[in-house]
T-cell receptor, first 113, second 114 residues
Framework: QQQVKQSPQSLIVQKGGISIINCAYE??????FPWYQQFPGKGPALLIA?????SEKKEGRFTISFNKSAKQFSLHIMDSQPGDSATYFC????????????FGTGTRLTIIP | DAGVIQSPRHEVTEMGQEVTLRCKPI?????LFWYRQTMMRGLELLIY????????DSGMPEDRFSAKMPNASFSTLKIQPSEPRDSAVYFC????????????FGEGSWLTVV
């Protein structure tokens, strides 16, 4: 079954700290791994994505680490800010193009002062 | 572009009533997705279309749910009859040429069935 398991369900981090969210997948055919960010009352929006040909991708304070052998990937938010408080979803899909995404269950991140 | 547009944003209806949710995808996008979000089950893909044709409806929970895409700029998700357990946020999303793998979500339709 095509599942993506995400943890933790919720996370509280102090301002300036590092937020880490983890995901694991089962289908070895998956080759596209995005993270979506969702603010209250809004739809999810793409934050950052990675393909398995690299082990890490960084965009500003956001980094995806990818471990192909372990079938795991994680999102790291450096210098976490209150504005980062949102729900984060990992996802995975097969192939290039528009293969349907399988989403993780989401992590509610709260950054406290 | 205005993005994916959904209506209504909020709907409260009584059990047994028909509910119709509407979606206008981003112009030029040829993929359209309907998702449902609940606290218990997260984001679930209900159905998706390519070039107005339903490709995969395996996520549609029951025969009470139906979706149509009569043209490239409009889709509906209908629930008839509605039940309290259908209460959720329903998202429409689209993807197409120039968007890469990015799926663009609307702001959702918040449905409460009482």
């Amino acid at each position: 079954q095509q599942q993506v398991k995400q943890s933790p369900q919720s996370l509280i981090v102090q301002k300036g700290g590092i937020s880490i969210i983890n995901c694991a997948y089962e289908n070895t055919a998956f080759d596209y791994f995005p993270w979506y960010q969702q603010f209250p009352g809004k739809g999810p929006a793409l934050l950052i994505a990675i393909r398995p040909d690299v082990s890490e991708k960084k965009e500003g304070r956001f980094t995806i680490s990818f471990n192909k052998s372990a079938k795991q990937f994680s999102l790291h938010i450096m210098d976490s800010q209150p504005g980062d408080s949102a729900t984060y979803f990992c996802a995975a899909s097969r192939s290039f193009g528009n293969e349907k995404l399988t989403f993780g269950t989401g992590t509610r991140l709260t950054i406290i002062p | 572009d205005a993005g994916v547009i959904q209506s209504p944003r909020h709907e409260v209806t009584e059990m047994g009533q028909e509910v119709t949710l509407r979606c206008k995808p981003i112009s030029g996008h040829d993929y359209l997705f309907w998702y449902r979000q609940t606290m218990m089950r997260g984001l679930e893909l209900l159905i998706y279309f390519n070039n107005n044709v339903p490709i995969d409806d395996s996520g549609m929970p029951e025969d009470r749910f139906s979706a149509k895409m009569p043209n490239a700029s409009f889709s509906t998700l209908k629930i008839q009859p509605s039940e309290p357990r259908d209460s959720a946020v329903y998202f429409c999303a689209s993807n197409g040429p120039g968007a890469g793998n990015t799926i663009y979500f609307g702001e959702g339709s918040w449905l409460t069935v009482v």
